[in-house]
Structure formats: structure tokens, C-alpha cells
């Protein structure tokens, strides 16, 4: 799995866009990045994914550099309940090949001010 | 929207006692992981199943933990003999299958409390 890299926190005021980093500088070709949030302790809760194109869903967009080694997720317009911990993860496989799972890091806490 | 349920939300048990974690996937979903998360702490790697079989665990994953899909719904999770240090939330998740871009779903957890 590539290793990942985000800012330990970050604040962002209620109704501006939240724009999260990654660093992913040894991602492989077929690698795809993957954005989970949790909250307060809940399950981490699936955002967005993408491989190399920009992608976008109801909650929120995901752009990718050319050289894919680094992301940012878009929140357009923050809410209180986005508070949480933003986790940025390149899902491999397994060295066996077999099932993919999941390495969550540190995470950045994203801090939504009213 | 299909989601992956965990029973119970929250378990006190008492240091050496038996404990049963129980998860329902996803309907379509075929691979099963389970997850722990000590409070404070990073969200890590258990155990993976697949056909009935464990297809990968992590050093956590000693003889005291086990794993079971005792019917076509059920996925469990049976800790043996718990210790102090087995206090945490265990999340259950699921996806359909793991090619590139598939997407693993996570349970809201079990909280288990050892005294």
C-alpha cells in the first residue's frame, strides 16, 4: 500500500469549501486512492475514491494530479457534521495477492467552526 | 441504501470470559473483514474472509480470536478468553469483491468493554 501523508488538523468555517491534502508519492500505477471519514468513533464511512481522473459524488470531489502522487478532497460547502477525522489511503493488495484491505493512518481532523 | 450491521453496540464482559461479535454484510458482498479501533488509537487490520476461509490476518489476530459464517448472513467474530487489552470498537465491513475500485463498507462497530 503507498504511504500516505495529511496535516494532523485543519479548521475550516461552516459553509466554505474544505479542501483536505494527501501525499501519496510512491502510489503504484494501479493503485487506487481511496478518502474514508469517521466520526466521533463511528465506522469510517466511504467518501470517494478515484484512480486518475478528478471525480465527483454527492458528498464531495476528488482531485487527482497528473503525476497522481499527491490528492485533495473537496468538501464544497462544510458543515458542522463534517467534523471529523479525514483518512487519505492507497488500497493495495495484500503481498499474497489476494483480498485488498484497508491501512488507515493518522488521518486529518477537520475542525467545521461555526 | 444497503449498509452492514453490527450486534451488540455496546458489551462490559469480564476479563477471561468468551465473547461474540456479530455482523451482518452487505446481501452481495463476499469478502468480510473485521477491524479494531483502541480508543485513542488507529483503526487497524484484523482478520479477512473470503469462501468460507480466513484469506489474511495480522499479528493481532492470535489464538484467542476466530472467525465464523455460521449461516448465509452472519459473520462473527469470537474472541476466547478476553483480556484487559481486547477493550476496543470493533468494526465489521464488507465489499462485493476486491477488484480495483471496489469499495469496502464499515459497520457503525461494537464497543466491548473488558473489566
Known amino acids: 500500500d503507498a504511504k500516505t501523508t495529511q496535516p494532523t488538523s485543519m479548521d475550516c468555517a461552516e459553509g466554505r469549501a474544505a479542501n483536505l491534502p494527501c501525499n501519496h508519492s510512491?502510489?503504484?500505477?494501479?493503485?487506487?486512492v481511496y478518502w474514508y471519514r469517521q466520526i466521533h468513533s463511528q465506522g469510517p464511512q466511504y467518501i470517494i475514491h478515484?484512480?486518475?481522473n478528478n471525480e465527483t459524488n454527492e458528498m464531495a470531489s476528488l482531485i487527482i494530479t497528473e503525476d497522481r502522487k499527491s490528492s485533495t478532497l473537496i468538501l464544497p460547502h462544510a458543515t458542522l457534521r463534517d467534523t471529523a477525522v479525514y483518512y487519505c489511503?492507497?488500497?493495495?493488495?495484500?503481498?499474497?495477492?489476494?483480498?485488498?484491505?484497508?491501512?488507515f493512518g493518522s488521518g486529518t481532523q477537520l475542525t467545521v467552526l461555526p | 441504501e444497503p449498509e452492514v450491521t453490527q450486534t451488540p453496540s455496546h458489551q462490559v464482559t469480564q476479563m477471561g470470559q468468551e465473547v461474540i461479535l456479530r455482523c451482518v454484510p452487505i446481501?452481495?458482498?463476499?469478502?468480510f473483514y473485521w477491524y479494531r479501533q483502541i480508543l485513542g488509537q488507529k483503526v487497524e487490520f484484523l482478520v479477512s474472509f473470503y469462501n468460507n476461509e480466513i484469506s489474511e490476518k495480522s499479528e493481532i489476530f492470535d489464538d484467542q480470536f476466530s472467525v465464523e459464517r455460521p449461516d448465509g448472513s452472519n459473520f462473527t467474530l469470537k474472541i476466547r478468553s478476553t483480556k484487559l487489552e481486547d477493550s476496543a470498537m470493533y468494526f465489521c465491513?464488507?465489499?462485493?469483491?476486491?477488484?480495483?475500485?471496489?469499495?469496502?463498507?464499515f459497520g457503525e462497530g461494537s464497543w466491548l468493554t473488558v473489566v
Open positions: 510512491t502510489i503504484s500505477g494501479n493503485e487506487y
Open positions: 489511503i492507497g488500497l493495495g493488495y495484500f503481498s499474497s495477492g489476494s483480498a485488498r484491505q484497508l491501512t
Open positions: 446481501s452481495n458482498h463476499l469478502y
Open positions: 478515484g484512480l486518475k
Open positions: 465491513a464488507s465489499t462485493r469483491d476486491t477488484s480495483s475500485g471496489n469499495t469496502i463498507y
